[in-house]
């Protein structure tokens, strides 16, 4: 009798294979409410060889190792500083080349395959708008208004042209990944939406942001098979409400401890004349310190929160993800990463990327049906990345 086990807690039922559901779907757990992805008995022939509708749980492997990767790490930044930046669009693709390359999916590799020399005329266009924008901003304030408002109404091509190159450069079994062009749909995305946010303080925030991630989702290619996304609007507003309950219960216990302490402790402690003076000052500082510390966690609770999310609904050809990051987990990397980069002066850098590489791929897994030798190669298409370099000058992130 197939035995369902969360991966996360102690649970185990035994369940009847009749009341097994058929298709996709997804398990919670009745004692951590963790949601997983059943593996139920592999089907058999009478011979009892397995048949190609066989599902397995196929783990990504990430193979990277620290010292490997400080020397490419301090050439690039050596080279980066020695040519004033100049030698960028090599660094990302030796960084994303030995990343890629130590990224394993059932014993084959990924590729990065971009040129150097096509990020280096993006690099170059990239720079060139970065100076004009500060030099004309200085002459006259409305220069920069002008480049702003350019840059925003450029925003959602260039998230197209980004994902459209590093699809093209990233393969997999010497297939290709693709990204669809589907300008109109990006600038109501990435155009329009947003100001939605704004005009709803916030209210519609976890609506756009879930547009957002469908569109680029949904319209990545391996080879000519298209993903699926099958998140919804009110999967992505039940993380943000947890989040939000959770902010509340902490503001009214710190609250209530305050309140309790400026009631009945502080009067019974003397307390020096200025630090008495100080005390609103104090408390205002309080406040603020409490605010960075709650916005920094609730960032990586949506982040681990949405990550496990998109990547359990998300769909190839018959095939699914699971991804099992944890908040505790992931908060302990990155707080540990953080004291480690700040302690050696930024040399551990490094050590804190392949660390971090390694949790969150260790963490992901294809749960597949049936072989993966069945997809076909797509169209191959020369990609500009005009909008990857412009993308980064700028300090914007597009990727998923």
């Not at 062009?181 to 109501?188: A, N, V």
């Not at 993800?321 to 944890?326: A, E, H, I, Q, Y």
């Not at 908040?327 to 990463?337: D, E, F, P, Q, T």
């Not at 480690?340 to 294809?366: D, Q």
Request: aromatic content about 14%.
């Amino acid at each position: 009798m197939p035995t369902i086990h969360c991966p996360q807690c102690s649970y185990r039922k035994d369940t009847a294979p009749a009341k097994i559901p058929q298709g996709h779907y997804r398990i919670i757990c009745p004692l951590c409410g963790h949601t997983f992805f059943p593996q139920p008995a592999p089907i058999k022939t009478v011979s009892q060889q397995q048949t190609t509708d066989e599902i397995r749980e196929i783990p990504f492997t990430f193979h990277g190792r620290a010292g490997e990767y400080f020397g490419i790490w301090i050439v690039n930044t050596l080279l980066k500083i020695l040519t004033l930046g100049f030698y960028s669009p090599w660094a990302k693709v030796r960084k994303r080349r030995y990343l890629y390359g130590n990224t394993r999916l059932d014993s084959h590799a990924f590729d990065y395959l971009a040129n150097p020399w096509m990020l280096f005329r993006g690099f170059v266009i990239g720079a060139i708008l970065l100076v004009a924008y500060s030099l004309l901003g200085q002459l006259n304030p409305l220069f920069s208004l002008l480049f702003t408002l350019a840059f925003f109404l450029a925003t959602p091509w260039l998230v197209v042209r980004s994902r459209m190159f590093n699809n093209r450069n990233t393969s997999h079994r010497n297939l290709r990944f693709s990204f669809a062009p589907e300008f109109r749909e990006s600038y109501l995305t990435f155009g329009l939406l947003p100001i939605l946010t704004t005009a709803t303080l916030g209210l519609a925030a976890p609506y756009v942001l879930y547009r957002q991630k469908r569109f680029l989702m949904e319209n990545n290619r391996f080879g000519q098979t298209p993903f699926t996304f099958e998140a919804t609007v009110a999967d992505y507003y039940r993380i943000f409400l947890r989040m939000l309950g959770l902010f509340m219960l902490i503001s009214m216990v710190i609250t209530a401890i305050g309140y309790a302490a400026s009631q009945w402790l502080l009067p019974l402690v003397t307390l020096p004349e200025k630090l008495s003076r100080d005390q609103a000052t104090l408390m205002t500082f309080g406040a603020m310190l409490f605010f960075i510390v709650f916005s920094m966690m609730a960032s990586l609770y949506l982040y681990v929160r949405l990550s496990n999310l998109n990547w359990q609904t998300t769909h190839l050809g018959g095939h699914y993800f699971d991804s099992r990051l944890s908040v505790r987990k992931m908060g302990w990397i990155v707080l540990s990463n953080l004291f480690a980069i700040g302690l050696s002066a930024g040399l551990l850098v490094p050590w804190a990327t392949i660390r971090l590489t390694r949790y969150r791929l260790e963490c992901l897994s294809l749960i597949a049906r049936g072989p993966l030798d069945h997809f076909l190669a797509g169209q191959d298409e020369e990609v500009s990345a005009i909008g990857e370099e412009i993308g980064d000058i700028f300090d914007m992130d597009f990727g998923i």
